[in-house]
């Protein structure tokens, strides 16, 4: 019975293999209607597409329906639909369960704790008498924030901007203790950062002190198996069995060094986005519970993986960008998911959107061009490399206000910029009027400091990303 339903499995995953093989063939090559329609959504021309899309999304025997959903569902919403645009990305996900285009925007859906959404509004309190200068009563507000709500995001952010306040009240012994306090208490945090590059000075050197010892994994029938299979270079299965390892395991230790095992047969496999999953979390525990020597040095480095290298040293050489800075986009836009595909439709590793990655394609004379070729790891690397170039150039290389642009638009950018100016970057960061754009631009500088700290070894307070006050 046993035997019979491997069989049964086998056949339904080689099936599925083989029609994957399929869309892909045909998504490299698309049929006339679809380039059409893709042409006319970037024209604005969206009932003309819609008309075109409706009967290749409702034909089930057609070998790119999926596609045809995706891309009626992007119709809608660029013409303001969004209702019957989340209809139609629910139908994808209903009719086609397998499709290699279903499940790739896989944002954390977790319901975020009561707590941190009180911590933030507290501390927006604390911000506003920031704003109208009144220093003194915003360090007390964030003081009794931070002890209240000692959480990830809310502690950093309260000890930092009680630094921030004390700078502006002048308190030169005050300021600066606050500064160390937050850079000692929250390393390697986007505040820690900000609070060493206040205090110009460097971030601890990344020690190469330790290794997944053989002493520390688990000692079961599946780490023997996951040894087997990553020797022999199945580094998918291998990671499936270091999971199931580190799911039997109660031992803390091996279960975190089982964790390991699942990032690096992942790596291994190309498959970054689950290395960065299965030890990104213990990364973040040893940080904010003041535990890093518990962390696992396999453990920074997975969690910080050079993905798609070649590529990006290639292109961020050609356009005169940090390619640590391009690592740092990649990992937050998609995680290395060449085929990532979010709600705002942007595609691919650097999650350009189809609008964009027309003009980007003119720009660059890309020959053949069409938005499918945004899953293409190297083009897409490319145009998001050219693009990123654009902005810095606009900012006369200021990595926030690009990435700020990036993310949220030029336009929106220079909004933000009569709001607030840049004279203080952590000012106008938090008055981004975007709260998606905001944590961005955080999340990719925190990342940018850690490629730097994890591979170049090498950091430069005088750089202005960093030196900005």
Known sequence: ???????????????????????????????????????????????????????????????????????????????????????????????????????????????????????????????????????????????????????????????????????????????????????????????????????????????????????????????????????????????????????????????????????????????WKRAIRAVERQVLDGIYSGSLEEVEEESWLLSFPRGYESEVFTFSEKYRVDPYLMFALIREESRFNSKGLSRAFGRGLTQIIPRTGKLIAKALNVSSYHTLRLFEPELNVEMGAYYLSQMLKLYSGNEYLALAAYNGGSGSVRKWLKRTGAADIDEFVENIGFSETRAYVKKVMRSYWEYKRLYRDVHRPEEQALSSS
């Open 1 to 271: 019975m046993r035997a019979k339903a491997k069989r049964g499995a086998a056949g339904v995953f080689f099936t599925l293999l083989a029609l994957s093989l399929l869309q892909l063939q045909a998504l490299a090559n698309p049929s006339q209607d679809l380039k059409k329609a893709d042409d006319l959504i970037l024209e604005n021309k969206l009932q003309e597409a819609v008309n075109i899309l409706t009967p290749l999304a409702n034909d089930k025997n057609y070998i790119l329906s999926d596609y045809a959903r995706l891309r009626l569902a992007e119709a809608f919403f660029i013409g303001g639909n969004t209702e019957q645009a989340q209809k139609e990305y629910e139908l994808l996900i209903e009719e086609h369960p397998y499709s290699i285009l279903t499940g790739y925007q896989e944002e954390t859906k977790g319901v975020r704790a009561p707590y941190k959404d009180a911590g933030e509004k507290a501390w927006a309190k604390g911000f506003a008498l920031y704003k109208k200068k009144k220093y003194e009563q915003a360090i007390s507000v964030f003081s009794q924030v931070e002890t209240l709500y000692p959480v990830r995001d809310t502690g950093p952010k309260c000890l930092f901007w009680q630094a921030k306040s004390a700078e502006k009240l002048g308190r030169s012994k005050d300021a600066p203790d606050l500064y160390r306090k937050t850079s000692q208490r929250y390393p390697y945090t986007y505040y820690g950062y900000r609070a060493l590059a206040k205090l110009r000075e460097k971030p601890a050197s990344f020690e190469h002190r330790s290794q997944t010892g053989a002493q520390s994994l688990p000692d079961n029938v599946h780490m023997k198996k996951f040894r087997e299979l990553f020797d022999a270079g199945f580094y998918k299965e291998a990671a499936e069995e270091a999971a199931a390892a580190e799911r039997m395991e109660d031992d803390l230790a091996k279960k975190r060094a089982a964790g390991v095992c699942v990032a690096k047969a992942a790596a291994a496999g190309r498959d």
